[in-house]
């Protein structure tokens, strides 16, 4: 079984920054690829970054280089960076994991989620 819990979320002024991390149990940490997901009110979970086993990373259009996704296997946790915030970066952020060449989001590990609130 793998847990995930996300923790770093907050309340912060945009143009401000925040780091996310996701600290997973379980020992096949370092074969797991990794996401940040997040969603807003009324609006569809989107993928914000994945980084696979190998360290390969993946963003989402919208950050636009305001983000980087890392990992530590040897803590067992992964890592969001999110700089220069801005206010539609407010959303819940969720960590996921998945085992596989395909990431699937249906049977994937997924953690409670940490709440991103950017205010003007």
């Known amino acids: 079984q793998v847990q995930l819990v996300e923790s770093g979320g907050g309340l912060v002024q945009a143009g401000g920054s925040l780091r996310l991390s996701c600290a997973a149990s379980?020992?096949?940490?370092?074969?797991?690829?990794m996401r940040w997901y997040r969603q807003a009110p009324g609006k569809e979970r989107e993928l914000v970054a994945g980084i696979s086993s190998y360290g390969i990373t993946n963003y989402g259009d919208f950050v636009k280089g305001r983000f980087t996704i890392s990992r530590d296997n040897a803590k067992n946790t992964v890592f969001l960076q999110m700089n220069i915030l801005k206010l539609e970066d407010t959303a819940v952020y969720y960590c996921a994991a998945g085992l596989g060449s395909v990431f699937r989001e249906e049977i994937a590990h997924w953690g409670q989620g940490t709440q991103v609130t950017v205010s003007s």
């Open positions: 379980g020992s096949i940490f370092s074969r797991l690829t």
